[in-house]
DNA sequence: CTGCATCCGCTTCGATACTG
DNA sequence: CAGTATCGAAGCGGATGCAG
């Protein structure tokens, strides 16, 4: 209903006014990736409570950012997908998720881990990578497929299965929280056993390994 | 105290974890421009409650994002200031800047409207402006003075006066906001009268020309 | 089973008052 | 000026209920 503002005339704070709540932002992330379900959201935000989910959905379809769609017979479930204006956001998560990289050293004691998260994160840490040359990963993560494309400078995940991939990389949700730790390195053969690579090795590798946080001489010195 | 967490292992998330509370993005935008007192913090940010304030710059200090530091005798004044982390939240603010700027449109009814505020987002439209060639812009905005720095494809907003500025661009926080809105435009004599150029007057003219707002077809349709 | 609405205890917010 | 104290209102998280 009346949500709460800020009454600035202030482009920052008119973003806020509309994805600033809490939750909002974390919607986006998930729905970046493609259309869900009421509870497929539900169980990509853990803790948020349904009515919480129904209230920033309804919020962001009255800000025209979401759209209500009945997917054709005989699915028939309803999905919530991004406007294009709200795929605009996509440049805000990026940054954030540029910034937050430096804070995630590793889960702690009760963080969730999804594979989803940790794809979006590469397709960040690969769009930073010094060469990135257009190519389609599909990644199998638990079963889940995701796609990784990066043309001309963008790398962007989706949902699904990618059409004629440049490389497949299965691997489980654990494998790439390692790499995101710095706990599996890339290439190693330890790497060689938990991730299976089906097409251009090379790339595969490149992409996987832009995951990897960059070791500071503080960090190698901490290392115990 | 104990923030409220998302205990997720994800970027995005653990961004939001440390600055995605309500107002800590605003306080990072106030202090992105530099130093300031609480009061001026409060000033800036029209609403926010004294308490609130304190609870924020707490968190934030113990996240390592802000430092309070006392200004040298005479000042002795204590400031608040954003870490090198902390700066690195200026591609967040800048792309959140530029996806609100088209949800800006007009103040509305109790509006408060700051000419800071506007200056920021002057440099993210001049970033996304064709062609930006290096200059500084010394911005005096009711007798309130920035500068606008734009140096290899960044530009940057701070507080205070420039050093050796291509131009100096006098005006007030209605004219800036006329800008903003498209009531008013560059050039035109009526933009003439409302803003005094000293020095670089066609580089100024571009950099004010960046905020005014694209019409598109439906806009001007729409205009009454 | 999905997609919510309702209720409840707790936390957070906003406004004002007050203090060194 | 730079906060802390206080208090009613709003928001959140979790559980439960229920209609399609």
Redesign the interface.
Known sequence: MGR?R?????????????V???WT??IA?ELLLGPRRFTDLAEGL??IGSSVLAGRLADLEQSGLVAKRTLPPPAASVVYELTH?AR??A??????????????D???E?????GR??V??LA?TAKSAPSTPDATYELRVDNEAFQVRSHDGRVQAADGPASNPNATITLTTDTL?AL?TGDLDIPSPRADRLIAIDGDTVGAQRLLASLTPIRTITDTAEQR
Chains 1, 2 share one sequence.
Request: glycine share 10%; proline share 7%; net charge positive.
């Open positions: 709460r800020y009454h600035q005339y202030c482009p920052v704070a008119r973003a806020l006014d509309v600033g709540e809490r932002l974390l992330r853990p803790g204006q605009g956001l440049p805000v998560l990026a940054a954030l998720a540029d910034w937050g990289m430096n804070l995630l590793r889960p702690h009760n963080d969730q881990v999804h998260w940790l979006q994160g960040v929280a995101a």
